[in-house]
């Protein structure tokens, strides 16, 4: 996937207002998501992921995921 299209991507799912939720039952810690994280927000601790405060809903980590791990939930 091109830069414009994580771009356009981006812009779309940050107006939806969403984060995303981790189904740490299914997360296979395989880092995906956080090395897909355009802003570092996602970080790969012991033995979860963690989103902080630079996350903006762009959904790129829950695409990322091989397990389907991650969901966007929230308001929007």
């Known amino acids: 996937m091109n830069l414009s299209v ?3 991507l981006r812009r779309r799912d940050e107006r939806m207002g969403k ?3 981790i189904d740490r039952t299914r997360c296979m810690h395989c ?3 956080v090395g897909s994280c355009p ?8 033995v979860w992921v963690e989103f ?3 996350c ?4 790129i980590c829950s695409r990322a995921c091989p397990a ?5 939930e929230g308001s929007g």
Do not use: D, F, K, Y
């Open 6 to 8: 994580l771009r356009v």
């Open 68 to 72: 389907g791990a991650i969901s966007m």
């Open 19 to 21: 984060r995303p939720v």
């Open 56 to 59: 903006t809903g762009c959904g």
């Open 31 to 33: 880092g995906a998501c």
């Open 39 to 46: 802003e570092n927000a996602a970080t790969l601790e012991e």
């Open 52 to 54: 902080g405060e630079g």
